[in-house]
């Protein structure tokens, strides 16, 4: 299995502050069509897990434009440009470039 | 807007099945992939497995030997199957459709459902 590896576990913010996780793959994520199948999701406190950026840098609808994927290969980030405190909760990330996809363990934003 | 449900027994005895449905509504079950995905307490997110509207299955290969996913369309609804569970199938359960927008190529999970808490006890 491709294994994903977030760094770090934890992120203390600062509303109004920048913040940055790191998202690191064990194979490539590009696929010959050019695209990075890499996706981050947010869980906040008690809620399902809402996609936030897919195939690497895309913003899904509603996401504030706050939120930003970058990245190719294995080395990818999700940075917020400014924290807002409802941005707090679980960020993982996930390849669905191979069988079965995976996801990294998470890293835990607070305030 | 395409919204999911999640139902079936909160509890399951070991050895047994665990069944849960998966209720889509606001939308067409066609052309689509629809996925479960799992996350015991405590711990990272789990992909379970997925069928497409055609019928095309993928499973987790650590799950594939006790898995079925199983698609009703006429129903909006697709299930999961989970035989001879134990302690460590004790989980949260979510269905998500997982889209494809790339050459029908299956990306990311979006929208998920609520998720169901599956304990496996005696």
């Known amino acids: 299995d491709v294994v994903m590896t977030q760094s770090p576990l934890s992120l203390p913010v600062t509303p109004g502050e920048p913040a940055s996780i790191s998202c690191r793959s064990s194979e490539s994520l590009l696929h010959s069509n050019g695209y990075n199948y890499l996706d981050w999701y947010l869980q906040k406190p008690g809620q399902s897990p809402q996609l936030l950026i897919s195939l690497g840098s895309n913003r899904a609808s509603g996401v504030p434009d706050r939120f930003s994927g970058s990245g190719s290969g294995t080395d990818f980030t999700l940075k917020i440009s400014r924290v807002e405190a409802e941005d707090v909760g679980l960020y993982y990330c996930m390849q669905g470039l191979k069988n079965p996809v995976t996801f990294g363990g998470g890293t835990k934003v607070e305030i | 807007q395409v919204q999911l449900q999640e139902s079936g027994p909160g509890l399951a005895k070991p050895s047994e099945t665990l069944s849960l449905t998966c209720t889509v509504s606001?939308?067409?079950?066609?052309?689509?992939?629809w996925a479960w995905i799992r996350q015991p307490a405590g711990k990272a997110l789990e992909f379970v497995g997925r069928i497409h509207s055609t019928g095309s299955i993928n499973y987790n290969p650590s799950l594939k030997s006790r898995l079925t996913v199983s698609l009703d369309t006429s129903k909006n609804q697709f299930s999961l199957n989970l035989k001879s569970v134990t302690a460590a199938d004790t989980a949260v359960y979510y269905c998500?459709?997982?889209?494809?927008?790339?050459?029908?190529?299956?990306?990311?999970?979006?929208?998920w459902g609520q998720g169901i808490l599956v304990t496996v006890s005696s």
């Open positions: 998500a459709r997982q889209r494809a927008q790339i050459a029908a190529r299956p990306d990311c999970f979006d929208p």
């Open positions: 606001g939308g067409l079950m066609s052309n689509s992939y």
